[in-house]
């Protein structure tokens, strides 16, 4: 098994412009997560999806910050336009079951940089 | 609302010495708990986690954590520290919802530790 799949690795982009992070689940997991990573305000659950339905996105900090979850595999984040203050690492995990008692994996992240 | 604190930013030992990393939450009712490590360059992995049973919980690589209801903790533990051990740790804490959906998995700020060979 590959793993939550997560590109690009490292992003690095201007002000204003639009990006797009992908993830791909585990093969047969049913929920996904995004999840974004500061210095300053540790690990942040941004939305989560159980069966491709969005669950909870009281996380997502404004409008400008979009998910999608298009089949069961596979998911974006998008921030249009995109601020110095997104940079963060950005982090995808999905679980089997959705259940509360499962473990969530995570993929590698992505770096991402807003210049 | 629930929240997750890890009282100690960084921790800095030596090879051999014992391991305790503090965790205390604030939710009431029924939690599920978990602690994941970010080694250098990588993603998170679980390390252990609690959901029901023995309150003494043994993960990998020799980590073992204790959920005290009484005190809201999930302090991680580890008898002797290796130079490989050297990573960030986080505790977790999820509302146990076993009738829906998982809701929302409220993650500390991370422990780091440094450990010197």
């Known amino acids: 098994d590959a793993g939550v799949i997560q590109s690009p690795r490292h992003e690095v982009t201007e002000m204003g412009q639009e990006v797009t992070l992908r993830c791909k689940l585990i093969?047969?997991?049913?929920?996904l997560f995004w999840y974004r990573q500061t210095m300053m305000r540790g690990l942040e659950l941004l939305i989560y999806?159980?069966?491709?339905?969005?669950?909870?996105d009281s996380g997502m900090p404004e409008d400008r910050f979009s998910a999608k979850m298009p089949n069961a595999s596979f998911s974006t984040l998008k921030i249009q336009p995109s601020e110095p203050r997104d940079s963060a690492v950005y982090f995808c995990?999905?679980?089997?079951?959705?259940?509360?008692?499962?473990?969530?994996?995570f993929g590698p992240g992505t770096r991402l940089t807003v210049l | 609302a629930q929240s997750v604190s890890q009282h100690n930013h960084h921790v800095i030992l030596s090879e051999a010495a014992s391991l305790e990393l503090g965790c205390n939450y604030s939710?009431?009712?029924?939690?599920?708990l978990f602690w994941y490590v970010q080694y250098p360059g990588q993603h998170l992995q679980l390390l252990l986690k609690?959901?029901?049973?023995?309150?003494l919980v043994k993960g990998i690589k020799g980590f073992e954590a204790e959920f005290i209801k009484s005190k809201f903790s999930f302090n991680l533990r580890k008898p002797s520290v290796q130079w490989s051990d050297t990573a960030e740790y986080f505790c977790?804490?999820?509302?146990?919802?076993?009738?829906?959906?998982?809701?929302?998995?409220?993650f500390g700020k991370g422990t780091k530790l440094s450990v010197k060979p």
């Open positions: 999806f159980n069966n491709n339905v969005p669950i909870d």
């Open positions: 995990a999905s679980n089997p079951t959705g259940l509360a008692t499962d473990t969530q994996y």
């Open positions: 939710y009431g009712g029924t939690v599920n």
């Open positions: 977790a804490v999820i509302h146990a919802n076993y009738g829906g959906s998982q809701g929302n998995l409220i």
């Open positions: 609690y959901f029901s049973g023995d309150p």
């Open positions: 093969s047969g997991h049913n929920s």
